[in-house]
Nanobody, 122 residues
Framework: QVQLVESGGGSVQAGGSLRLSCAAS????????MGWFRQAPGKEREWVAN????????NYANLVKGRFTISQNNADNTLYLQMTGLKPEDTAMYYC???????????????WGQGTQVTVSS
């Protein structure tokens, strides 16, 4: 059974940085993709970034490109999201997920963590 546990969220001022972690178990890192999503109050969950776990290729949403970096440690099945230059509009619950196929689409993901809150103040 796949389990995903996010950590690293918190409150920062605009311009600050945070590093999110997602510990995965029951998952083979050679399969599919892992992604980060976020959901702000009253808004739909949106894709932030993903990494193809077998090849290490990454994709980013335009809103975060150049500020966020997704990475993975295959040795211990941990996914990271390094966030810099944070803006108030980045405030959301951040989720990691595992999926296959069209990995920038929420429909590709079948296993989700419980989320970690990121709050950016101006």
């Amino acid at each position: 059974q796949v389990q995903l546990v996010e950590s690293g969220g918190g409150s920062v001022q605009a311009g600050g940085s945070l590093r999110l972690s997602c510990a995965a178990s029951g998952y083979s890192s050679s399969m599919g993709c892992m992604g980060w999503f976020r959901q702000a109050p009253g808004k739909e969950r949106e894709w932030v970034a993903n990494i193809f776990t077998g090849r290490g290729l990454t994709n980013y949403a335009n809103l975060v490109k150049g500020r966020f970096t997704i990475s993975q440690n295959n040795a211990d099945n941990t996914l990271y999201l390094q966030m810099t230059g944070l803006k108030p509009e980045d405030t959301a619950m951040y989720y990691c997920a595992i999926g296959q196929g069209w990995c920038s689409s929420i429909e590709a993901y079948t296993s989700w963590g419980q989320g970690t809150q990121v709050t950016v103040s101006s």
